[in-house]
């Protein structure tokens, strides 16, 4: 499970003095408590995995929206500091598909839906998003399916 490889990198890290790593792991074992106690009030997750994978991905994003933001604002340091968490926080997500692998798996995802049009999108990311959860970026897998559905 990917809690328990946080958990085992942050104790390897503090042993060896990493405080890099030291710090995203515990940034990463946060975002993860929190979303447990969101999930408190509804159901179980099904898949942890693919919870934790969630979680790591929106840490992902924020960093990187908080490194341009950065960069723009002249403040190189913390760019690298952000961009620093990111890498250990990448070391953590599962293998992501390809780019002609994610283009695979929605071509059959379209076919296998009967999905025609714009309008489907919706219902075709849900299905995505259910199967292909820490294994595809759905940023991307987004931009795909609209131009699947489009043409």
Aim: a negative charge; hydrophobic letters at 50%; zero cysteines.
């Amino acid at each position: 499970m990917i809690r328990d490889d946080v958990k085992a990198a942050q104790i390897a890290a503090m042993k060896s003095g990493d405080k890099a790593t030291v710090g995203a792991a515990r940034l990463i074992q946060a975002a993860i408590k929190n979303r447990d106690i969101e999930l408190r009030t509804g159901t179980a997750p099904a898949d942890d995995d693919a919870m934790v994978a969630e979680v790591l991905q929106k840490m992902i994003k924020q960093r990187r929206e908080s490194i341009d933001m950065f960069r723009k604002g002249g403040r190189e340091e913390l760019a690298a500091a952000e961009e620093a968490e990111v890498a250990v926080i990448e070391r953590f997500l599962p293998a992501q598909m390809g780019e002609a692998e994610a283009e695979a798996a929605v071509d059959a995802l379209v076919t296998e839906l009967g999905a025609a049009s714009l309008k489907d999108m919706g219902r075709v990311m849900a299905a995505l998003k259910e199967r292909f959860a820490g294994q595809m970026d759905m940023a991307k897998a987004s931009g795909l399916v609209k131009a699947r559905l489009a043409g």
